[in-house]
């Protein structure tokens, strides 16, 4: 068990409304990462974290941003919602300490999200 | 940027039969590869990883992958496969200097009696 908890697991919303997702991590690790899932995409990285305060962009990082004003939390928004951003949304910590990268992403259970 | 190409979105197998899951990379520089499973509902969950010690990778339950950079290939499999394998499978590569992974877009796999 990675200690990964992700909230809400699932919401329902209206478009133009903004929306924060939520990964709480139990086991310090120091990079986080927001994904989303989608039919025929597999996993995209939205954003990730490779410390407090310390973020980066992924390959689909338009109309998120991402927050981590502490180890254990990394927070997504979507400022103003769009039917397009319906996805299930993943949380990921890196498993390894800083300089013994293995590579491994550990899965939190995911957020589904509709955007109506 | 590195990626990797599942072929074949669905793959159809008999309960104790060969699975035979494929991936092929793009790098000129031989990469650290993964295989993940999904079960439904679930998040990932890593199955394999090559990350340049040996080219036959063996994981859990009874699957392994061979890198062979020859063919820029990293398929998975298993010899014999089982109702509980049925799940969503994703190889993934590292990018970015190994601090991102990059995603196929899956290959779901269904066991048949």
């Known amino acids: 068990d990675a200690g990964i908890t992700q909230s809400p697991r699932h919401k329902v919303t209206e478009t133009g409304t903004p929306v924060t997702l939520r990964c709480h991590q139990t086991e310090n690790h120091r990079y986080m990462y927001w994904y989303r899932q989608d039919p025929g995409h597999g996993l995209r990285l939205i954003h990730y974290?490779?410390?407090?305060?310390?973020?980066d962009k992924g390959e689909v990082s338009d109309g998120y941003s991402v927050s981590r004003s502490k180890t254990e939390d990394f927070l997504l928004t979507l400022e103003s919602a769009t039917s397009s951003q319906t996805s299930v949304y993943f949380c990921?910590?890196?498993?390894?300490?800083?300089?013994?990268?293995?590579?491994?992403?550990?899965f939190g259970e995911g957020s589904r999200l509709t955007v109506l | 940027a590195q990626s990797v190409t599942q072929l074949g979105s669905h793959v159809s197998v008999s309960e104790g039969a060969l699975v035979l899951l494929r991936c092929n990379y793009s790098s000129s520089v031989p990469p650290y590869l993964f295989w993940y499973v999904q079960y439904p509902n679930q998040g990932l969950q890593l199955l394999l990883k090559?990350?340049?010690?040996a080219t036959l990778v063996k994981g859990i339950n009874g699957f392994e992958a061979e890198f062979k950079k020859s063919e820029t290939s990293f398929h998975l499999t298993k010899p014999s496969a089982h109702m509980s394998d049925a799940a969503e499978y994703f190889c993934a590569t590292d990018w970015g200097g190994g601090n991102k992974l990059t995603f196929g877009t899956g290959t779901q796999l269904k066991v048949e009696l």
């Open positions: 090559y990350t340049s010690a």
């Open positions: 974290s490779y410390g407090v305060k310390d973020t």
């Open positions: 990921a910590i890196r498993g390894g300490n800083t300089g013994d990268y293995t590579g491994e992403l550990f």
